[in-house]
């Protein structure tokens, strides 16, 4: 069972960045057939994608996140990156990586989670 592992959340100020790391457990089993993605999640709230690497390689990012979130993976590494830039008080969530498998065809995986405050 591949396991996902955030870790990089924190405070920030306004203004300022935190880059997000997600480890997999172990090399993911065809792994060109996944999309990886970052999600957030406020309390009361349904957890919502922020960015997604399609196959292909093709970045999509959430309006209220565009140009100023980049997301990046190393897949010899087996690691999904989230740089955050200029963070609002409103990028406030948990953030969650994911791991899936358009269609079903394959498992797909959560991260645990990591909290994300920016404040000043």
């Known amino acids: 069972q591949v396991q996902l592992v955030e870790s990089g959340g924190g405070l920030a100020q306004p203004g300022g960045s935190l880059r997000l790391s997600c480890v997999a457990s172990?090399?993911?089993?065809?792994?060109?057939?996944?999309?990886w993605a970052w999600y957030r999640q406020t309390p009361g709230t349904p957890r919502t994608s922020v960015a997604v690497?399609?196959?292909?390689?093709?970045?999509v990012y959430a309006d209220a996140v565009k140009g100023r979130f980049t997301i990046s993976r190393d897949s010899a590494e087996n690691t999904l990156f989230l740089q955050m830039d200029n963070l609002k008080p409103e990028d406030t969530a948990v953030y969650y990586c994911?791991?899936?498998?358009?269609?079903?065809?394959?498992?797909?995986?959560w991260g645990n989670g990591t909290q994300v405050t920016v404040s000043s």
């Open positions: 172990e090399s993911m089993p065809a792994d060109h057939l996944y999309e």
């Open positions: 690497i399609r196959r292909g390689g093709r970045s």
């Open positions: 994911r791991a899936e498998s358009p269609g079903g065809v394959l498992p797909n995986y």
